[in-house]
């Protein structure tokens, strides 16, 4: 049994730990898979009840967190090293950035035969200066070098890597997108719907409109509010936000909120009717998703949001910003209705229209539920990671690339 050791850079609720721990759970028992990862952030939701859920006992690296740190990186760096060392694993899959920095570093210094990265989104703009933003590139096309195969989620994604911003060559670059278990944003769609809106005293003729995700920079959860407040102005429809996640950008969406004369509920607090709640975080982010009637997302920057598939898997329409691979995971003006990052008054007129048209909504809810499902169940995505490492393998000249393990 060939043996595998997936890093991951943080346990934290998102795509990555979900892709991480489908993979570790089911490619069994053609690959033994040890799986490690970094300690989620204060400002984020644990993923652990994720890995719990499958059975899986991963090893935690409190010392892999999500900044830059010379001393953790490199006592993360030992630690891995130490790993590899005595689990000698045939391939190494690190997932993510702060992962495939020290992940593959170690590979490569004890000639571990295999190698590969998965891209779950990437820091190439919207995140840092630009010296960072160059040192961080050139870091990526130097580890790219020392990587047997390259996975982007998306079609998108794969030539951003590629020709915008120069990190491997297309034919290293795998796309392989997501695969998720959408069965509970599938069954008992009634009741859940019945249960949040209960819980949240949504009368029947109120819309809701939910975002999922984390409170940062890059979310840019700003554009979320004004479009709210836009259409409470513009629009004769009952409508109220959820605001579902958490993260250091907050106190200053709440004091935008005020400013723009909107009534919040910040988890915890008795107005039973705000115009948004902020719900903090949801595990059963399937009862949002079946109470909520629109869904959406205003980031900068994004890989494949894994909320916009499960939103989808539900049934709801979405308005979103283009970026990313969402063209990839979506049917434009069928299942989602795209405006351009840096373009607020056509996403504010997105969400209108979507709330005006219930026509529209509804047949944008049977288009997405369709799309999504036949194509990011995770029985596709194992299968399709275990055919590449399989090629990989069998391509390997291993006897010029003998395990040292040192």
Known sequence: MKRVLRIVNRFNLGGPTFNAAYLTKYLSPEYETMLIGGIHEDDEESSEFILNNLGINAIILPEMRRSINGIGDYQAYRKIKKIIKEFKPDIVHTHASKAGMLGR?????????????????????????????????????????????????????KNELSNVFCIAPEEKINVIPLGLDLSRFITNQDEKRYVFRKENYLDDDEIAIAIVGRMVPIKNHQLFVKAIAEAKQQ??????????????????????????????????????????????????????????????????????????IEAQAAGKPIVSTNVGGIKDISIEGKSILLSESNDEKAFIDNLIKLINDDELRLKMKNNAKDFIIKRFDYHRLVSDVSELYSNLL??????????VFA
Do not use: C
């Open 394 to 403: 069998s391509t390997k000249n291993m006897n010029r690339n003998i395990k």
């Open 105 to 157: 570093k170690a590979a490569v210094d004890l000639n571990v035969p295999v190698i590969v990265h998965t891209f779950h989104g990437h820091v190439f703009h919207s995140y840092f200066n630009p010296i960072k933003t160059r040192t961080f590139i050139q870091i990526e096309r130097f580890l790219a070098s020392k990587t047997d195969a390259i996975i982007a989620i998306s079609q998108a994604q």
């Open 235 to 308: 629009t004769q429809k009952k409508i109220r936000a959820f605001i579902v996640g958490d993260g250091q950008s907050r106190d200053e969406i709440e004091v935008l909120a005020h400013k723009l004369n909107l009534v919040i509920s910040p988890n915890g607090t008795t107005t039973l009717k705000p115009d948004i709640r902020f719900s903090s975080w949801i595990k059963n982010v399937d009862y949002v998703y079946a109470g909520v009637d629109i869904v959406a997302l205003t980031s900068l920057n994004e890989g494949t949001p894994v909320s916009l």
